[in-house]
């Protein structure tokens, strides 16, 4: 039996569930029609018509073959609803583009894309520097290059969208009849639903087990839906889903466009049934390779993930197990691949974090002293420039005008910078660095870029960036010098608090490796960030400033109670770096 045959044999035993089946009979139409104009989008894209919900339901319904006539009417037309509507975020409409094409994030958008490596890169280009007057052939290419850029933006966002016009299907103009003879949260479980085809698989638990139906004797299981749609929808990977002529029409496509279509092209046995799943491809390409292979791994996680919870998923303990992933094979002809992966050049990061981390430590004395200074300072700055945009009409003043404010804004907010060192015994000093600023603080996502080496500034910042005129730029950033920071010292304390956040308080300590602790502080309410390092300078220096004076030889450690050295080295980093700037940088309470 045929899912869409239960509801309508159920529909015709009770009038009750013969308002699902009149639901179903008229949104099966209506979406038909609407997902259709997927395809002027998303051309390049395998189909995500009504072909493509068709055979998610034909592959449910091999998957779950003893279970559908356990099936309540709810959950056949939960099911149905979900399978159509899941790409009806894919739908996109004139005013929307009008609008994403006339917002800066999406400038912003563009220019990350063009000055990044990916495969979409060119195309940024193309479209931000626009045409001459009388080149008709470039306005072609732009135009091509805008449906690619598009369709990846909002393919990120497809699966909230689909939600959200399930709630709201006139947003894209879907007149689905909508009656209180349906209760809304029925509807309001396939926007769920649909949601949750586009998040990670442990999503599915985030949804109801069970819920009323439509009547005493239905009841709904939304949380099984949800799960044998990411499944369906992931076992629709036969060839046919591109549409050549869709193709011809958008001319030359990004690569991984063609890296899909090998992928589906390759398949050469497919067999689907409630007790295994075989599924064998050849590809001839390395693109197309990776891709099946990468298809494959999403297939076979999945699986082994609900297997795992299935208990959690299913109605009852009557309902049939999954099947079993007996065979997923993906080779290539002509050419060869090193186990079972196509053939590239890597980097061990743990091996070319030391070398950078390294080379950053004995490049100077103690280069993270001018890293963590900056960042304070630069913490700084974006708050200055925050409260001077909330204060004034920015765009009404001259540069120095802005200049002079900001200015105002930055002394408001000194950076105060102190050294402890004690000498622990011969030759061997404890040292404690601390740099407190009352800049903008940290939440979680700023952290999590601590975190990762390299990474790129969160978005807020961009945001602010692209605002700001060159002399308010920032100069330092999060990256390989505060690294060193954790790398050098025995002990480093980050406490940080934003405005509207929770303050947090992160240690890293050299146990065992690196050990990080982050806890969640209560009763702080100053804005900005305190660094606290500790570590130990194991040589006595032969050499200390004095007054801007290079002396040898002058550190006696039977008569001198505390080396200068490091302070020395901390109050010269301050002078040397930082004298240009339009604020105080107190050290050891001095300016």
């Not at 609900?306 to 007996?326: A, C, F, M």
């Amino acid at each position: 039996m045929k899912i869409e045959e239960r509801l309508k044999f159920l529909a015709n035993s009770n009038s009750n569930y013969s308002l699902l089946w009149a639901q179903w009979e008229f949104d099966k139409k209506l979406l038909a029609r609407a997902l259709n104009t997927v395809s002027r989008d998303f051309p390049h894209y395998s189909l995500h018509d009504a072909s493509h919900s068709s055979t998610i339901i034909t592959q449910i319904e091999k998957v779950i073959a003893p279970n559908i006539e356990k099936l309540s009417a709810t959950d056949c037309w939960l099911l149905l609803e979900s399978c159509y509507w899941h790409d009806a975020g894919m739908i996109i409409s004139n005013d929307e583009k009008k609008k994403l094409l006339e917002s800066e994030d999406f400038r912003g958008h563009l220019e990350e894309l063009a000055q990044g490596s990916h495969e979409l890169a060119s195309h940024a280009k193309a479209i931000l520097e626009g045409k001459e007057q009388n080149d008709i052939k470039k306005a072609l290419q732009i135009s091509n290059s805008l449906t690619f850029v598009i369709a990846d933006y909002f393919r990120v966002l497809h699966a909230d969208r689909s939600g959200w016009n399930v709630s709201d299907p006139t947003r894209i103009k879907v007149n689905s009849p909508r009656t209180s003879l349906i209760p809304q949260r029925l509807f309001n479980f396939v926007a769920e639903i649909v949601q949750c085809h586009g998040k990670n698989r442990e999503a599915i638990l985030e949804i109801v087990k069970y819920n009323d139906g439509m009547d005493a004797n239905d009841y709904a299981h939304p949380r099984y839906i949800a799960a044998l749609l990411r499944i369906g929808d992931l076992l629709d990977i036969d060839d046919g889903r591109f549409c050549p002529t869709l193709l011809a029409n958008i001319g030359d496509v990004p690569q991984s466009s063609h890296d899909h279509q090998h992928k589906h092209a390759s398949i050469k046995h497919l067999f689907i049934t409630s007790d295994v799943i075989e599924i064998e491809a050849e590809c001839e390409e390395y693109g197309g390779y990776h891709a099946q292979q990468s298809w494959f791994s999403y297939i076979q996680d999945e699986f082994d993930y609900q297997k795992r919870v299935w208990n959690e998923i299913v109605p009852d303990n009557t309902y049939r197990s999954l099947p079993t992933t007996g065979k997923l094979k993906c080779s290539i002809k002509n050419l060869i691949t090193l186990d079972s992966r196509v053939p590239k050049i890597t980097l061990d990061p743990k091996r070319i974090y030391e070398y950078l981390a390294g080379f950053q430590l004995y490049s100077e004395d103690y280069p993270f002293i001018r890293e963590v200074i900056q960042n304070s300072i630069d913490a700084t700055y974006y708050r200055a420039w925050e409260e001077l945009n909330y204060t004034e009409s920015i765009e009404l003043l001259s540069d120095a005008e802005c200049r002079d404010s900001f200015e105002e804004y930055v002394k408001k907010y000194p950076v105060h910078v102190s050294i402890k060192e004690q000498c622990i015994q011969e030759g061997l000093i404890k040292c404690e660095l601390r740099v407190v600023d009352q800049g903008t603080g940290m939440a979680l996502d700023e952290i999590k870029k601590i975190l990762h080496v390299g990474s790129e500034s969160v978005k807020e910042r961009k945001l602010a960036q692209r605002k700001m005129p060159e002399w308010v730029k920032p100069a330092g950033y999060f990256g390989i010098g505060l690294h060193s920071v954790f790398n050098f010292c025995e002990k480093v304390v980050i406490k940080t608090k934003k405005i509207g956040f929770p303050c947090y308080e992160m240690t890293v300590e050299k146990i065992d490796g690196m050990s990080i602790t982050l806890v969640e502080l209560d009763g702080e309410k100053n804005i900005g960030t305190e660094l606290l390092a500790y570590f130990y300078s194991p040589e006595t220096p032969r050499h200390y400033y004095d007054n801007g004076t290079r002396s040898h030889g002058k550190y006696d450690p039977l008569c001198d109670d505390v080396p200068p050295y490091f302070s020395t080295v901390v109050r010269e980093a301050i002078s040397d770096n930082f004298n240009m700037y339009p604020m105080d940088i107190y050290f050891n309470n001095e300016v």
